[in-house]
């Protein structure tokens, strides 16, 4: 034997062996076909399901959400309104005092007396509103009311428990 028969002939790879398709019969075919149907039918239950509880919740927290900007504004228009009244009463005691001083420099005693009781009860209702207005911050909101979990449902089939929630 010589060289060049060697490296001249083909290497013959062995034949790789091919399996035969599984025949079915008409019966198992439809079997299959019926089993492919109810589990396209439940995958499609299932996604509806997702989808709706999805849908659910992202509206809960939309409705969280405007409630948080509510109560924000509603705050807000109750801090504006009692500033407001704060400084009403401060123009008001300033008032009295520039009227007690010429009635000091006239000297009527009897209407200055009265001034300065108007005065003190005006500093009292300054005092009150600023103590009212403290009363509110120190208020805390209620707490959000607990979620309700959904029951579990279980079920049994050939292919094992299946759990919905």
């Known amino acids: 034997m010589s060289d060049t028969e060697i490296f001249d002939k083909p290497k013959t790879e062995p034949e790789k062996k091919v399996k035969k398709k599984r ?11 019926e089993r492919l149907r109810k589990g396209r039918e439940t995958a499609l239950k299932n996604r509806q399901k997702k989808a709706l509880l999805k849908k659910i919740d992202r509206e809960e927290e939309e409705k969280e959400k405007d409630k ?24 008001e005691l300033k008032e009295l005092r520039a ?6 420099k ?17 500093k009292e209702e300054i005092k009150e509103e600023k103590k009212e207005e403290i009363k509110e911050e120190i208020i805390q909101p209620p707490k959000p009311d607990p979620v309700p979990v ?4 279980v079920f049994s ?3 094992g428990k299946f759990v919905y929630r």
């Open 23 to 33: 025949e079915l019969t008409p019966e198992q075919k439809e079997v299959l076909k």
């Open 68 to 91: 948080k900007i509510a109560k924000h504004v509603l705050n807000k228009k109750e801090e504006d309104a009692v500033g407001e009244t704060v400084l009403r009463l401060r123009d």
């Open 99 to 104: 009227e007690l001083k010429e009635m000091k």
């Open 106 to 122: 006239t000297k009527e005693t009897e209407k200055v007396e009265e001034i300065k009781i108007q005065i003190e009860e005006k």
């Open 150 to 153: 959904p029951k579990r449902k």
């Open 157 to 159: 089939t050939k292919l």
